[in-house]
């Protein structure tokens, strides 16, 4: 997947949770950051669960696997947004 297409699609899904959420109105700027968190977070989720999965034997990661490393404690948030 392009990192274009990856971007565009997690602002689609940030806007559709904000206008879930109640928001009427958003600045760019703000969904680009909260895209652009959500992401790596997602990233991050997938490459622990690929560890995960590897220091075990296996090649292919279950829906288990992708549980037992969302039960894990958030160590950090990336930082990917300029503070203003």
Known sequence: MSEEYARELSKMAVSKAAVALGYKFAQPEAVDCLADV???????????????????????????????????????????????
């Not at 669960?49 to 950090?76: A, C, H």
Request: charged residues 20%; proline residues 9%.
């Open 38 to 84: 959500m992401r790596h977070y997602i990233e991050d989720i997938a490459k622990e669960t690929q560890t995960s999965v590897e220091s075990y034997g296996r090649t292919n990661p279950g829906i288990m696997d992708v549980f037992g490393v969302l039960q894990k404690p958030v160590s950090k948030l990336p930082v990917v947004c300029p503070v203003s």
